[in-house]
């Protein structure tokens, strides 16, 4: 069956093959709220669909409007076998209860690398911040390098906000994007820390202005969620 849970998930489970982010965008406070109990509501009433989906989390956006949708697959071959004998009859019965979603879009990820401050870390992230970067045309090396510059340029910080817990990097199966899924102690730890160069999100030195200014950096989105909704197989 399917079990709700409020325990944010393990980013660097070893088991998931294939991470997907998916947004959708509803419109407004109320109907983000709407949709998450639709969604629980329809995946409740079912049967766990598939033994290689691990779990589903649905995260609401501060902008009132979006919601985040990101699954733990241990292949591809297991989401697109959902795909053909589940998926549509559980977003038509979602439609129903809340008209007019957009799905804006889909995208397959695997991830690279992980960072934590520490590895004993007990904190429970009060904010999830999703750093959404597009490069011009696929090239999985540059996707590489410019997280291994990232990395490089966030140990070279004197001073590393607080309020940071942890910032897993995905890589697009496309070879054109970068997501970041950064896990923060609160939204106003992240806000601060912004207002702040330098304490954790990016100071004026070179090697942050050697990130900002990679070759092929096509653009960036920054946008906070919170958990709203776990799913896993009971």
Known sequence: MTRRTDTHPDLTRPEVGAPFFSTWRVGTPERQKQAVE?????????????????????????????????????NEQAYDAFVKTHRQERNDEIDTAVPGIERLRLDRYRHYRSGTRDDHDTRVPGCIVIVDVEFEGPDPDRQRAWVDAVFEALDSEPNPHPGGIAAHFHLSTDGTRVLNYAEWETAQHH????????????????????????????????????????????
């Open 38 to 74: 639709a969604i629980a509501g329809t995946w409740e009433r079912r049967p766990w669909p598939a033994a290689g989906l691990l779990g589903y989390h649905v995260y609401a956006g501060h902008d009132g409007s979006t919601l985040l949708h990101y699954s733990q697959w241990r």
């Open 191 to 234: 806000i601060d820390a912004l207002a702040k160069p330098g304490e954790g999100v990016g100071s004026g030195s070179a090697l942050w202005e050697r990130v900002q200014n990679w070759p092929g950096l096509k653009g960036s989105t920054v946008d906070r969620y919170d958990h709203a909704l776990g799913l896993v197989p009971d």
